[in-house]
């Protein structure tokens, strides 16, 4: 029978000001989820060990946590493939990232519920409630499908990089809401949600480190719900509105010229007011020759680019 | 007889970081690559382009892979965004008929080879750090790195989305370790060595960037690394160029050199350092230069 060691953090802050780590040992069959071993320990061995947890199906997404470094949810995590992994290691058990902890795996949730609601997660038609039910096709849900799959487990939000250094950015998960919203046919509110994500600590502060994608459970891909918006946003005429925005008009304006990157341009157009003010390091980037040409960087064959800027169409 | 692949060393290494073009051109006959230049391929969009307008980046980048396709060989890489927009552009047409033939449309109509879904995309690093790769750079005798250590620093999108990129574990990745080892380098080891740069807002949100890069730079440095190496020329922009921007914003001091990736392969097989062209890093790489006696 395997024997398993499970490293955990612990948080009591009715007895104690400072988190500690507590290894617990644990005989168990070969098929049990983490969830499970952590259930088992505390009705075996410590009442005091805290975690959350509902359905235990991967439905609810409560039991979120860090397994070995990586946020996984823990009903649907194995033991021995956990093992398998560390190479027969003690498996480390922490609470999910970017949330203070409230007692041992438990953490508040406050933060991620009202960042979540600020994006208004509910459809707002703009017509009068019809007679019969608005009938979707398939072809149009099937554009927020990957988004309509999240449950608010917040194991995006919990490796988020750009939270991590900003802790007032929305996240993964709501603009996930936010987008499977704003693309669904039924609603009304496309253009004012596009507004209302693309503020400061809104869209245009996701950093793309890709983790969000990486562990969602339910393939939501947040970061690519993240990307559509952006989308939504140049097409509603409000690309200009953010440094982030203009940042990729650098890019378009960059390829309608020259078809590559014009790095020189990509300060002034994103920064038209700040850049003035960076000079000094401005200067010892030109001095390293790390500014080039402010000319297109004109490829061949610039005509086929052209013609597909003009021609090809969006579809969000 | 030397491997031909289309190379892509996308926009930044070809401008602000010149110094990755000229160290990976001089380097590939040691590496027994035939680099050949794809003159008509455009920017990839560096994730802006599909942000404003998705369409657009899946067909110019499909239009990057059919020039390569048209050339008969397979792209090579040496920016970890390159390969993932490439990568991403590819997978997404390749798994789907209906969509490749709405892109070839539109390359067809702009006068554009259409794209036959034969080609694929590898990054410098994927293709030294394999067995092969690694006896290749054995065969040329390397003088080797005398110990330097060296803090391995991949990023982010080299390793994420693993659907997409696929090389190695992303949680543990071990592909620069095995080269730094293999040239007679020490391993600096620290958790956040696939821990995003921030670059990608670095000019629309300069503080949380630099507070993100702050995170790789500081490890690096108490896990006693004389340097750091990076595959993606976007991180080397941020974690070098922008380095003393952070040490300010997060009142630090780091002192971290900062290599491309080929020029470390440069210095173990003995690369002439005029080539790598050192002088245009921000910070300063003379005590790497002395450790490996270059």
């Known amino acids: 029978m395997p024997q398993t060691t499970f490293d955990v953090f612990r948080y009591q802050p009715d007895t104690s000001d400072e988190a500690y780590r507590q290894k617990y040992e644990l005989e168990h069959g070969e098929d049990m989820t983490l969830l499970d071993a952590i259930l088992r320990l505390q009705n075996e061995q410590d009442g005091t060990l805290a975690v959350r947890y509902s359905c235990r199906s991967a439905i609810c997404g409560s039991c979120a946590c860090k397994a070995d470094g990586k946020t996984v949810l823990a009903c649907m995590t194995q033991v021995e493939d956990l093992k398998a992994q560390n190479g027969d290691q003690a498996v480390r058990v922490d609470p999910i990232g970017n949330f203070k902890p409230i007692k041992d795996l438990v953490v508040d949730m406050e933060p991620f519920w009202t960042k979540f609601k600020s994006v208004k997660p509910y459809l707002i038609p703009d017509s009068d409630p019809p007679e019969k039910e608005r009938i979707v096709s398939k072809e149009a849900m099937q554009k927020i499908y990957n988004e309509s799959k999240c449950i608010l487990c917040a194991a995006c939000y919990s490796e988020c990089n750009s939270l991590a250094a900003d802790a007032e950015f929305v996240g993964p998960a709501a603009f996930a809401w936010g987008f499977r919203f704003a693309a669904d046919e039924r609603d009304g509110q496309r253009s004012q949600r596009a507004k209302l994500y693309s503020g400061e600590h809104g869209i245009w502060d996701c950093t793309r480190c890709m983790y969000c994608n990486e562990r969602c459970p339910k393939g939501v891909d947040p970061r690519d719900a993240i990307e559509k918006l952006g989308g939504i946003a140049f097409q509603e005429g409000l690309g200009m509105r953010d440094a982030g925005g203009r940042h990729a008009k650098a890019f378009l304006v960059s390829l309608r010229t020259g078809g590559k990157l014009n790095e020189t341009l990509l300060v002034p157009l994103t920064q038209p007011l700040k850049a003035p003010f960076d000079l000094p390091f401005a200067l010892k980037m030109i001095q390293k020759g790390k500014a080039p040409s402010p000319l297109p960087h004109k490829i061949r064959r610039l005509d086929e680019v052209k013609k597909l800027m003009k021609s090809v169409k969006e579809t969000i | ?294």
């Open chain 2, 1 to 294: 007889m030397a491997r031909k692949f289309a190379y892509y060393p996308g926009c930044v290494a070809e401008f602000s970081s010149k110094e990755l073009n000229s160290t990976t051109k001089a380097l590939a006959p040691l590496l027994d690559i035939d680099l050949l230049p794809m003159p008509a391929a455009t920017c990839c969009g560096a994730g802006d382009v599909a942000e404003a307008k998705p369409n657009l980046y899946l067909t110019l980048n499909v239009r990057i892979l059919s020039q390569a396709e048209e050339m008969g060989v397979d792209i090579m890489t040496i920016c970890n965004v390159c390969t993932l927009n490439l990568r991403r552009a590819n997978k997404l047409v390749k798994e789907d008929p209906r969509l490749l033939e709405a892109v070839n449309e539109e390359l067809v109509k702009a006068g554009a080879r259409p794209y036959e879904g034969t080609r694929e995309v590898t990054h410098l690093l994927w293709y030294i750090a394999t067995e092969e790769g690694l006896s290749l750079l054995e065969r040329q005798g390397p003088k080797g790195l005398n110990g330097l250590r060296v803090a391995p620093y991949y990023g982010c999108q080299l390793l994420r989305p693993s659907s997409v990129m696929g090389f190695e574990d992303p949680d543990q990745p071990q592909s620069l370790e095995r080269l730094i080892v293999a040239l007679g380098g020490e391993v600096a080891d620290y958790e956040a060595k696939s821990k995003c740069c921030g670059f990608p807002i670095l000019l629309a949100r300069e503080t949380t960037a630099l507070k993100e890069s702050h995170v790789a730079l500081s490890q690096a440095r108490d896990a006693g690394a004389d340097c750091m190496v990076t595959p993606c020329p976007l991180c080397h922009l941020a974690m070098d160029a922008y380095q003393r921007k952070a040490e300010k914003v997060n009142g630090e001091t780091y002192n971290m050199p900062v290599l491309h990736l080929p020029q470390l392969l440069g210095l173990a097989l003995g690369l002439d350092n005029s080539v790598m062209d050192f002088k245009r890093h921000m910070v300063p790489v003379d005590q790497v230069l002395e450790v490996v006696g270059a």
